[in-house]
């Protein structure tokens, strides 16, 4: 089955700086890529997304890129700003797993002002 | 656009009692999913719903959890009877089909 590892598990920033999460996955028929941001004691909230037919999205401040080759895709936050602080989740899934999404361990993400 | 609902959002028990958990998704979602979230991990799906047809149910402990969706819209989870390993966060998501799903917020579940 599809597994997804993410790195770092931590990352600190200085307040403007950029910050840079990877995931690699292991399925190669995964097409779906999204990116979630939970807060503390709070839901996942979907922040960008990408498909395998598109090799990098931006949205603002958030980009993402797809290797498909490589099978990693990162998560790329510019500018960063305190409110950016959480824990993020990248996932992944695919038409022949049913949209069933496999998450990574999580990122937390601690920027200081 | 009213998002996914949960009740209740804390539930403590004793381990060996039952417990239940409900979600209602975001209206005309068709899919429907529970996830586990272990603190400090990723979520981890539990089971898949497609209206009122199980998809997915590979990762449920069958011996002790249920989940139904008898009417397509609303689901029920529980757990009996429950487990210390069962604290967690239980998160329902929805999706419009195989697509963006969309988190409630969870109800935090501890097990004494």
């Known amino acids: 089955g599809e597994n997804v590892e993410q790195h770092p598990s931590t990352l600190s920033v200085q307040e403007g700086d950029s910050a840079v999460i990877k995931c690699t996955y292991s399925?190669?028929?995964?097409?779906?890529f999204p990116w979630y941001k939970q807060e503390l004691g709070k839901r996942p909230q979907l922040i960008i997304d990408?498909?395998?037919?598109?090799g990098e999205k931006k949205d603002q401040r958030i980009a993402v890129t797809l290797n498909k080759t490589a099978k990693h895709f990162s998560l790329h936050i510019t500018e960063t700003q305190p409110e950016d602080s959480a824990v993020y989740f990248c996932?992944?899934?695919?038409?022949?797993?049913?949209?069933?999404?496999?998450f990574g361990q999580g990122t937390e993400l601690s920027v200081k002002p | 656009e009213a998002g996914v609902a949960q009740s209740p959002r804390y539930k403590i028990i004793e381990k060996r009692q039952s417990v239940a958990f409900w979600c209602n998704p975001i209206?005309?979602?068709?899919?429907l999913y529970w996830y586990q979230q272990i603190l400090g991990q990723g979520p981890k799906l539990l089971i898949q719903?497609?209206?009122?047809?199980?998809?997915?149910d590979s990762q449920l402990p069958k011996d002790r959890f249920s989940a139904e969706r008898l009417k397509g819209v609303d689901s029920t989870l529980k757990i009996q009877p429950a487990k210390l390993e069962d604290s967690a966060v239980y998160l329902c998501?929805?999706?419009?089909?195989?697509?963006?799903?969309?988190f409630g917020p969870g109800t935090r579940l501890t097990v004494l």
């Open positions: 719903f497609q209206n009122n047809g199980v998809v997915d």
């Open positions: 998501a929805s999706s419009f089909s195989e697509d963006t799903q969309y």
């Open positions: 399925d190669s028929a995964s097409n779906y």
């Open positions: 996932a992944a899934s695919g038409h022949n797993q049913g949209g069933k999404l496999i």
């Open positions: 990408i498909r395998s037919n598109v």
């Open positions: 209206s005309g979602h068709a899919t």
